[in-house]
RNA sequence: GUCCCCAUCGUCUAGUCUGGUCAGGACAUGAGCUUUUCAAGCUUAUGGCGUCGGUUCAAAUCCGGCUGGGGACGCCA
């Protein structure tokens, strides 16, 4: 049975990188119906932090990820410490300064990697290798091997950046006796400028492009296009169907940029494909860690708001700026709204809103109906007072459609709001 | 410096294993339609096999050189 691991190190957030490998493991597993387990590489004691461990663990979740198992390497130092000795033991490692050293044996090492072929190293650039610190914790290659090793896993899937230890550790399976895993090196995520993927360019961790109002699915997706393709022109797929059909020989060899334009198209799409209702759910949930949303905002106007600018929205950030004046009647009338606002239509829009107010069944229909019929009456083009009535109900010139903003808002916000255009007119 | 990996539109990719279909799709960009602003949507356009050589009737596809890009060389992981 295949059994894999995502071996995350709690010394920082998890970053853009980690979080696709550890997703290219889960695909695989699930899709061998074999196990996923979590390893948390602990073993810098003065790096890893609680707070680092504890946002991972939350990272993988909010992806949608879940594992069978989880281990903790820093519970794990006496069985390192046991495999050291036998290597002592066998004359393969010795103890110098409290630290224990391995000896290479070296010879041409070919690794079979699933997704390269054929990798063969004539050469080490070492000839030994410290395994135990002097403080009695293991080094990385180490507890690496003894762990794939003791927990049985199948297939090492990681990042292209370990190709190079991948020859050190066999030689210590081949030293200890035990059976070497698979390999697969998946390519790494470049940022724009080429390079690896740093903090120079924005956002790195996962928790970053949530905060940022990335859904969680839309994030799994475009992960998943990294260097790996459903196949059949297929942009949109769910991690459901990834894990049909999910093969780790299918990844290719380059490594791949990450580009923010395909990721806010993926969450816009993302957005709009959601049922009102759960994405008011979400919405809710991303505006409450921002603590946007006023004491007495009901279920239900959220929903109507959030119907209103799921189209537009490419991430949930943007519900920030733009539904404020859903929430909020302090907004102040934008400076690029001058243009609209310098023709003085006090008395068209004090028309308008004795009409509006007269609308007993206050829906988008009705209103646009009488919206259209006034102007028509006063003689004027539609747009003459759409413009006008969009700057005074949302303090903006742009914005959803103003039919169904009217609805949303209600007849006495509308009919308030109108209002205080002609006001603001009258005052200037 | 040494070792290793990689190479299809600006970007992500299909096609490469098993040579032969105008090199297909998506994002981005341009244009048009629609319109109540901004988006969205629809139509459409621009744009690519790094280079040199070899094998072959035929090369994006197989082989080699070059060039370019990336990674690794910690008592970090």
């Not at 079979?112 to 650039?125: A, M, S, V, Y």
């Not at 190079?164 to 995520?189: C, D, R, W």
């Not at 979400?282 to 603590?291: E, G, Q, S």
Request: hydrophobic share 40%; aromatic share 12%; proline share 3%.
């Amino acid at each position: 049975m295949v059994k894999v691991r995502f071996a995350p190190s709690p010394t920082g957030y998890l970053h853009i990188g980690g979080a696709r490998t550890c997703l290219f493991n889960w695909l695989y597993a699930r899709a061998k119906k074999g196990k996923f387990i979590l390893r948390i590489e602990d073993t810098d004691l003065e790096r890893s932090k609680k707070e680092y461990l504890d946002e991972i663990l939350e990272s993988i979740r909010w992806l949608g990820l879940d594992w069978d198992e989880i281990y903790y390497q820093s519970q794990r130092f006496d069985l390192y410490k046991q495999y050291a000795q036998k290597l002592i033991e066998s004359g393969n490692a010795y103890q110098k300064e409290g630290a224990v050293f391995f000896k290479y044996q070296f010879s041409k090492i070919e690794i079979n990697d699933l997704i390269r072929g054929k990798i063969i190293f004539t050469e080490l650039p070492k000839e030994e290798e410290v395994i135990i610190k002097s403080d009695g914790s293991p080094t990385y290659n180490f507890s690496c091997v003894i762990d794939d090793a003791t927990m049985g896993l199948t297939h090492v899937i990681r990042g292209e950046d370990h190709i190079s230890n991948t020859p050190k550790q066999i030689l210590m399976y081949k030293a200890l006796g035990l059976n070497t895993p698979e390999f697969a090196h998946v390519p790494l995520i470049l940022s724009p400028d080429g390079g690896r993927l740093s903090k120079r360019y924005g956002a790195t961790s996962i928790r970053e492009y949530k905060e940022a109002g990335y859904l969680a699915d839309a994030i799994a997706n475009y992960l998943s296009l990294l260097s790996w393709s459903p196949g059949n022109n297929r942009e949109i797929i769910s991690l459901d169907s990834a894990k049909e059909i999910f093969d780790i020989a299918d990844v290719n060899k380059t490594g791949a940029e990450f580009s923010l334009e395909k990721l806010n198209w993926l969450n816009s799409e993302y957005i709009k494909a959601k049922d009102t209702k759960t994405l008011a759910e979400i919405v809710a949930n991303f505006l409450k860690d921002k603590k946007f949303l006023p004491e007495n905002v009901s279920q239900d106007y959220l929903e109507k708001v959030t119907q209103l600018f799921r189209d537009r929205l490419v991430k949930l950030s943007d519900f920030l700026d733009r539904a404020r004046f859903c929430f909020y009647d302090d907004y102040v009338y934008a400076p690029d709204t001058q243009e609209i606002l310098q023709n003085n239509l006090s008395k068209q829009i004090d028309a308008l809103a004795q009409k509006m107010s007269d609308i007993a069944d206050f829906n988008k229909l009705a209103i646009e109906t009488e919206f259209r019929a006034t102007c028509t009456n006063l003689g004027l083009k539609t747009k003459e007072l759409v413009h006008p009535v969009r700057v005074a109900l949302s303090g903006n010139r742009v914005g959803p459609g103003l039919f169904e903003t009217m609805e949303v808002l209600g007849k006495n916000e509308v009919v308030k709001r109108l209002k205080r255009l002609i006001q603001y007119w009258q005052s200037t």
